[in-house]
């Protein structure tokens, strides 16, 4: 069993821990702040730490660096799978590999519009690889230099140009950093084809002498940073876990931690493109891809669509989640066409809906999720298998319900069951109202067909009191 595939199942592991977590228990406010942290105790701190994070639910992840050179083909043969693996699996000698650095030229590179692109996208923050399982640093680091500025022709500080734009437009900006695998260093986790078995590497030197302060240098040198993404814990035991969080927390204590450092981060971070079947009481974030890599392949044009990406982050909003959702430059810096128009389309929903989104809660009801495919079919995780329902899905503020429809629903549409009255209710896009009858202790929504926008349409419905009281009157 492949350390990767370990390793899915310890992440797969947390979350039938937390799909345990029924519906009424999940968090109140819009702020979701856990009642105790992913280790136990109450930590008014790390709630402190997350009110940005439940804010801004929808983020740009940025995977890039050498890895766009071949793109996904090495000496004329297309590699398969995601592309910033293609050193590990080409088998690419490390000397060969490093080779790509003096090609690295990004001339079209511009911080700016990248920034521009996550702000017309509707995303709220966004995380950068700034080293990742190649050894290649995407910022001027002292501790190695085998880094953007140092090794290669193109000599600019990529984070730092990016630091500046994100400061100047206040978008927060948080760097991922493979803390464990390193395939460029001798000791480093994961290049067995160079440099042997992890088992028989001095992996605390490479810790000491490369990551730890690397991560000082990003934590110390590029203004605040909102969060770490630590990623693929090989051999990150409790006390090497902990030595990072020292180093986080002493450095800047409001940077949040992801779920991948090998021990409790700030947050839980699912498996990739894996959105739970439910409410989920912790903070928790689903990083996913547009395509099926993460960096750049030329080959690779099987997009999502904006619909599937709305859906995807209403769902997983109304799970009480966040969706960092990720690009992959080329090589000369320009984050391909298709993955750009995407990503506007869904801003575009998202400045006419954006209010049932940011800062939104988790739905309060649940049977809209889905339901076990009972027959006593489990799925991969040993779970009752769910039977995903995808008609329509609400998140809420105090005092007001926002439900999403993604298909005609049926009309009159039924409210869920619950006590408080429906003061009124109308489409978020313009204001229209829409006529609501009782009968028989239920609600129904005279909902116009067709819905206004096949994306999503967005019908707010007013109540008595703040949260949902559930049951019939
Ligand atoms: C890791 C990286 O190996 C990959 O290159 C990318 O950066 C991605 C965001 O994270 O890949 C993983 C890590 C964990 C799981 C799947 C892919 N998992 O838990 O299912």
Same mark, same amino acid.
């Given at each position: 069993m492949t350390a990767r595939v370990a390793w899915i199942a310890a992440i797969v592991g947390i979350f039938c821990l937390r799909a345990a977590v029924s519906v009424e228990q999940a968090p109140s406010t819009s702020s979701g702040q856990a009642r105790s942290t992913s280790s136990g105790q109450a930590d008014p701190a790390r709630a402190e730490r997350l009110a940005w994070f439940h804010q801004a639910k929808y983020g740009l992840f940025i995977h890039w660096g050498l890895y766009a050179i071949p793109a996904g083909e090495w000496k004329g043969k297309r590699i398969p799978g995601i592309g910033e693996w293609i050193m590990?699996?080409?088998?690419? &000698? %490390?000397?060969? $590999?490093?080779?790509? #650095?003096?090609?690295?030229? &990004?001339? +079209?590179?511009? #911080?700016e519009e990248? %920034?521009?692109? #996550?702000?017309?996208?509707? /995303? +709220? $923050?966004i995380v950068i690889t700034s080293k990742h399982h190649d050894g290649f640093a995407l910022y001027g680091s002292k501790v190695s230099k085998y880094n953007i500025v140092d090794a290669t022709p193109f000599k600019r500080d990529a984070l730092k140009e990016l630091a500046a734009a994100c400061a100047k437009h206040? /978008?927060?900006?948080?760097? $991922? $950093?493979s803390q464990a695998q390193d395939w460029h260093d001798p000791n480093g986790a994961g290049n067995s084809w160079d440099f042997g078995p992890n088992d028989k590497k001095d992996f605390d030197k490479y810790l000491r002498e490369k990551a730890e302060p690397q991560v000082r240098e990003l934590l110390t040198e590029y203004g605040p940073v909102a969060l770490v993404w630590f990623d693929t814990p090989q051999m990150m035991d409790a006390a090497r876990a902990q030595r990072f969080t020292d180093i986080v927390r002493s450095l800047q204590p409001k940077t949040l931690i992801d779920g991948r450092l090998g021990a409790a981060g700030d947050y839980v971070t699912t498996g990739d493109n894996v959105i739970p079947p439910d409410v989920q009481s912790d903070a928790w974030e689903v990083p996913a891809t547009t395509n099926h890599t993460w960096g750049y392949k030329t080959y690779d044009h099987d997009w999502k669509s904006p619909g599937q990406i709305t859906f995807k982050l209403v769902d997983i909003v109304s799970k009480g989640g966040n969706y960092l959702l990720n690009v992959g430059p080329m090589a000369d810096g320009v984050i391909p066409r298709p993955s750009q128009d995407l990503l506007r389309a869904v801003g575009g929903w998202l400045k006419v809906n954006g209010e049932a989104v940011y800062g939104a809660g988790p739905t309060p009801f649940g049977d809209e999720l889905g339901e076990p495919s009972g027959k006593g079919a489990k799925d991969l995780r040993g779970q009752p298998l769910m039977l995903a329902r995808t008609e329509w899905r609400? @998140? @809420?503020?105090?005092?007001?319900?926002?439900? /999403?429809?993604? %298909?005609?629903?049926?009309? &009159?549409?039924?409210? &869920? #069951? /619950?006590?408080? @009255? %429906? +003061?009124?209710?109308?489409?978020?896009?313009?204001?229209?109202?829409?006529d609501t009858k009782v009968d028989g202790g239920r609600t129904y929504l005279n909902i116009e067909r067709p819905i206004l926008d096949p994306m999503a349409t967005v019908i707010v419905v007013e109540i008595d009191g703040d949260r949902v009281i559930k049951g019939t009157n």
């Open positions: 590990n699996r080409a088998r690419i &000698p %490390v000397g060969e $590999y490093e080779q790509l #650095a003096k090609q690295f030229n &990004p001339v +079209k590179f511009n #911080a990248w %920034v521009q692109l #996550a702000k017309d996208a509707g /995303m +709220k $923050y206040n /978008m927060p900006l948080g760097f $991922y $950093y609400v @998140t @809420t503020k105090p005092g007001k319900l926002y439900f /999403m429809f993604f %298909v005609e629903p049926r009309a &009159p549409f039924e409210l &869920p #069951a /619950m006590k408080n @009255t %429906v +003061k009124r209710a109308y489409r978020l896009a313009d204001g229209a109202a829409i």
